[in-house]
């Protein structure tokens, strides 16, 4: 085949024909075309696996970004929400100010749950003051620095709250029994009272600590106790504490506070900060 192409070259030189040359060029197209035609799918496939991978490395960019956005506009409006409160709290007067707070650490992986905010001494707060969101309870300024506070959380079993349901007028006290973090308990609810699914329930404004009005909770079940005369009732809590990162501590001054007396939460478990007196 070899010793045949070269011999028609030496011809196609020799004689120097070009309408020979011409005829040799469009048959030779005619065999080059049928041959790309029948492989000519091996180059679209190829681009298109190659526009396919950037294709979808930008979906996934774009899937980050409105990822990110989203994440941003629920940030803008829970802190928009968060000034709103802290505005009309200030324009209250000095017995409601609120302390904005971010909030550094939560440890909510057993029983005696904690939280750790960036505000303290320096900044007016003192133990048994209330900490809140626009959207209800957070718990209680447990121990204070002068930089720090640790926050005993509803979200332990050594919280309590008198809560009172809004639509009756009933009152108990709401507590967290230890097991499901998006479920609480109220007691000594009496079985007379027209409790129902949805129900409301708020602070009671008894407990020396939270003023009346903040939001607990939605009334998820009600049961009635078999061999007593009160209601079992479990709410879900207001305040999602997994996704907070912001709060506000009221610098009210508790008329009563007091450790529960088997609490655990003493100032030998507590360390704020290395550097932190």
């Not at 024909?17 to 049928?34: D, H, K, S």
């Not at 190829?46 to 930008?58: D, F, G, H, P, S």
């Not at 320096?122 to 003051?129: A, S």
């Not at 990162?245 to 508790?254: E, K, S």
């Amino acid at each position: 085949m070899f010793l045949g192409l070269l011999l028609v070259a030496c011809v196609v030189l020799v004689t120097v024909n070009r309408p020979f040359n011409q005829a040799l060029r469009t048959y030779g197209m005619e065999v080059t075309a049928r041959i790309e035609q029948q492989f000519a799918w091996v180059g679209r496939y190829t681009r298109a696996l190659q526009e396919n991978e950037t294709l979808r490395a930008r979906n996934i960019e774009l899937s980050s970004e409105v990822a990110r956005s989203r994440d941003a506009r629920a940030r803008n409006q829970a802190l928009e929400a968060m000034l709103e409160l802290k505005t009309r709290a200030d324009s209250a007067g000095a017995d409601t100010a609120l302390a904005a707070a971010r909030i550094l650490q939560k440890d909510l992986t057993h029983q005696q749950n904690v939280l750790t905010l960036d505000v303290g001494r320096r900044d007016g707060i003192e133990p048994g003051m209330p900490v809140v969101t626009p959207d209800g309870i957070v718990g209680t300024v447990l121990l204070v620095s002068p930089h720090f506070c640790r926050v005993l959380p509803f979200l332990n079993t050594d919280f309590r709250v008198p809560g009172r349901i809004e639509s009756v007028g009933a009152e108990g006290v709401v507590r967290w029994e230890g097991d499901a973090l998006n479920r609480l308990a109220m007691e000594h609810v009496v079985k007379t009272e027209p409790v129902e699914v949805g129900q409301r329930v708020s602070t009671s404004g008894h407990s020396g600590v939270f003023p009346s009005g903040w939001p607990i909770g939605t009334i998820e079940t009600v049961e009635p106790r078999p061999g007593r005369n009160d209601l079992a009732i479990t709410l879900r809590p207001a305040v999602a504490l997994h996704a907070l990162d912001h709060a506000f501590v009221m610098r009210v001054r508790p008329s009563t506070y007091d450790l529960p007396a088997d609490s655990t939460l003493g100032y030998d478990y507590v360390r704020l900060a290395p550097d932190d007196s």
